[in-house]
T-cell receptor
Framework: GAVVSQHPSWVICKSGTSVKIECRSLDFQATTMFWYRQFPKQSLMLMAT?????????EQGVEKDKFLINHASLTLSTLTVTSAHPEDSSFYIC?????????????FGEGSRLTVL | GENVEQHPSTLSVQEGDSAVIKCTYSDSASNYFPWYKQELGKRPQLIID?????GEKKDQRIAVTLNKTAKHFSLHITETQPEDSAVYFC????????????FGPGTRLSVLP
């Protein structure tokens, strides 16, 4: 299957700072990537859909100015948590579909665990 | 929009027994229903999926059934093993590309030795 990789896998930052998380499709080009947030013992909640070369589409209730998404190339999408606060601590996971794969399967990155002190 | 419910939220079974997890969805336009397994701190992994033109699909110890009329689908794991212990998520989606998945809340399965 297709490979999606995230970096960093673990990050700790001070309150008020910004953190950037990268999501890469390693063996395919992804015009669309999805960013999810997962709190402990909860489900995957879609935050936004990242579109290559255009603005991201945010889900209701997700602040676009706080969670900046950039999809500048067909293999890289970045999520920047700006002015992070402890309540932003969560597991952030990206995903993508492979255009050449007609199954519809969603491939996930390893996830990035953010802890804001 | 689509709403996916999942039951039970936690499930404990003895090793060797079967486990069944059920999901319901609200949007009749959904036509793709995957099941993901997520171990603690790791990425979700697809274990089986089914499309709306199929009623049942099986892959070794794992099977999924779909009832389009009732809008529900179920995951069946037979001969459970300790390594099956994980959180399982169902999802519903429309179309192959550009359509978001809506995930269920998850079921934490514990297989007791």
């Amino acid at each position: 299957g297709a490979v999606v990789s995230q970096h960093p896998s673990w990050v700790i930052c001070k309150s008020g700072t910004s953190v950037k998380i990268e999501c890469r499709s390693l063996d395919f080009q992804a015009t669309t990537m999805f960013w999810y947030r997962q709190f402990p013992k909860q489900s995957l909640m879609l935050m936004a859909t990242s579109n290559e070369g255009s603005k991201a589409t945010y889900e209701q209730g997700v602040e676009k100015d706080k969670f900046l998404i950039n999809h500048a190339s067909l293999t890289l999408s970045t999520l920047t948590v700006t002015s992070a606060h402890p309540e932003d601590s969560s597991f952030y996971i990206c995903s993508a579909r492979s255009p050449g794969d007609n199954t519809g399967e969603l491939f996930f990155g390893e996830g990035s665990r953010l802890t804001v002190l | 929009g689509e709403n996916v419910e999942q039951h039970p939220s936690t499930l404990s079974v003895q090793e060797g027994d079967s486990a069944v997890i059920k999901c319901t969805y609200s949007d009749s336009a959904s036509n793709y229903f995957p099941w993901y397994k997520q171990e603690l701190g790791k990425r979700p992994q697809l274990i089986i999926d089914i499309r709306s033109n199929v009623g049942e699909k099986k892959d070794q110890r794992i099977a999924v059934t779909l009832n389009k009329t009732a809008k529900h689908f179920s995951l069946h794991i037979t001969e459970t093993q300790p390594e099956d212990s994980a959180v399982y998520f169902c999802a519903a989606s429309m179309g192959n590309y550009g359509q978001n998945f809506v995930f269920g809340p998850g079921t934490r399965l514990s297989v007791l030795p």
